[in-house]
């Protein structure tokens, strides 16, 4: 299904028709982690993904083309893994919609050859970075904890993380409530551009992040049917988060410009925690002070 117009065409036909901003808006934010990576030897992920989390992601990248109007493509920054995937789902994307439908810029060919192999994404599409979607620092240490507590597969090792605040910052690293407020300050972000979107809107945010970092919102934010927030254990939600696999939070703006935000993960939908998101933000915003006055 092919777009005739690009986004920001869109925006401006819009603009001149007078519509308004912020309501009958659709934003499907979606945190996904990259796709297969290759392996260091002691065990951790390496800067690059497998023929087979390529094909994925190219997968991906064609489905999405049946569902979403417009496509935005966000990766980590600090390493290649996350965007390697975002380039070939926002790739396939395009071949599929057509190049209107990709909000990401494409890269000349001069900026292609300037970048240099494995500086950038593979293909012609600028991934957009945030830091906010890099690697958990120093996690390779936690992992060793928690083999040693008896953790025997990735699920067991995430839960240790987020069980055990005061030896992740024994570790040097984040707590999982932090990372969780690094993904939740993410989250706000597509809900503000939800709000200066022109009405009758339909977008797609893919944020190609990395493991355990999903998993840390979910715990702090999901609400359950029965009004529990969060979850006493990954196993209760399926277990931590597959190579490729994202979580869709679906924005929506009413014909009032009411917002609503719901979790859709796994063929079943949760709620969100509007306050927990908040209190999250706070945290961002005092962890963002910290680093300034180092």
Same mark, same amino acid.
């Given at each position: 299904?092919?777009?005739? +117009?690009? &986004?920001?065409?869109?925006?401006?036909?819009? @603009?001149? !028709? %007078?519509?308004?901003?912020?309501?009958? *808006?659709?934003?499907?934010?979606?945190?996904?982690?990259?796709?297969?990576?290759?392996?260091?030897?002691?065990?951790?992920?390496?800067?690059?993904?497998?023929?087979?989390?390529?094909?994925?992601?190219?997968?991906?990248?064609?489905?999405?083309?049946?569902?979403?109007?417009?496509?935005?493509?966000?990766?980590?920054?600090?390493?290649?893994?996350?965007?390697?995937?975002?380039?070939?789902?926002?790739?396939?994307?395009?071949?599929?919609?057509?190049?209107?439908?990709?909000?990401?810029?494409?890269?000349?060919?001069?900026?292609?050859?300037?970048?240099?192999?494995?500086?950038?994404?593979?293909?012609?599409?600028?991934?957009?970075?945030?830091?906010?979607?890099?690697?958990? +620092?120093? &996690?390779?240490?936690?992992?060793?904890?928690? @083999?040693? !507590? %008896?953790?025997?597969?990735?699920?067991? *090792?995430?839960?240790?993380?987020?069980?055990?605040?005061?030896?992740?910052?024994?570790?040097?690293?984040?707590?999982?409530?932090?990372?969780?407020?690094?993904?939740?300050?993410?989250?706000?972000?597509?809900?503000?551009?939800?709000?200066?979107?022109?009405?009758?809107?339909?977008?797609?945010?893919?944020?190609?992040?990395?493991?355990?970092?999903?998993?840390?919102?979910?715990?702090?934010?999901?609400?359950?049917?029965?009004?529990?927030?969060?979850?006493?254990?990954?196993?209760?939600?399926?277990?931590?988060?597959?190579?490729?696999?994202?979580?869709?939070?679906?924005?929506?703006?009413?014909?009032?410009?009411?917002?609503?935000?719901?979790?859709?993960?796994?063929?079943?939908?949760?709620?969100?925690?509007?306050?927990?998101?908040?209190?999250?933000?706070?945290?961002?915003?005092?962890?963002?002070?910290?680093?300034?006055?180092?």
């Amino acid at each position: 299904m092919f777009r005739e +117009k690009s &986004f920001s065409e869109a925006h401006r036909e819009a @603009k001149d !028709a %007078g519509r308004e901003k912020g309501k009958n *808006v659709s934003v499907q934010f979606v945190l996904r982690r990259h796709e297969n990576p290759g392996k260091l030897p002691d065990g951790m992920s390496a800067d690059f993904i497998t023929e087979q989390g390529i094909a994925n992601a190219q997968k991906t990248g064609g489905d999405l083309a049946d569902e979403a109007t417009y496509l935005m493509v966000t990766g980590s920054k600090r390493v290649k893994r996350g965007r390697e995937t975002g380039g070939h789902i926002a790739g396939s994307f395009r071949d599929e919609a057509g190049a209107a439908a990709l909000v990401n810029k494409e890269m000349s060919a001069e900026a292609q050859e300037k970048a240099g192999h494995g500086k950038m994404p593979p293909g012609d599409v600028v991934i957009y970075r945030s830091g906010d979607l890099d690697p958990v +620092k120093n &996690f390779a240490t936690v992992m060793k904890q928690s @083999k040693e !507590a %008896g953790a025997k597969d990735v699920t067991e *090792v995430i839960q240790f993380w987020i069980d055990n605040p005061d030896k992740a910052k024994a570790a040097g690293t984040l707590t999982s409530e932090e990372v969780a407020a690094e993904l939740a300050h993410r989250l706000s972000i597509g809900v503000k551009m939800s709000d200066r979107l022109y009405e009758d809107t339909d977008l797609r945010i893919e944020n190609l992040t990395h493991g355990p970092k999903p998993d840390a919102l979910l715990s702090e934010i999901m609400l359950q049917k029965d009004g529990t927030r969060g979850f006493e254990k990954l196993e209760e939600i399926g277990g931590a988060f597959n190579a490729g696999e994202g979580v869709v939070f679906d924005i929506n703006r009413d014909s009032d410009g009411e917002v609503s935000l719901k979790i859709k993960f796994r063929g079943e939908e949760y709620g969100v925690d509007m306050n927990r998101l908040d209190e999250l933000q706070d945290l961002y915003r005092k962890m963002q002070e910290e680093k300034r006055k180092k």
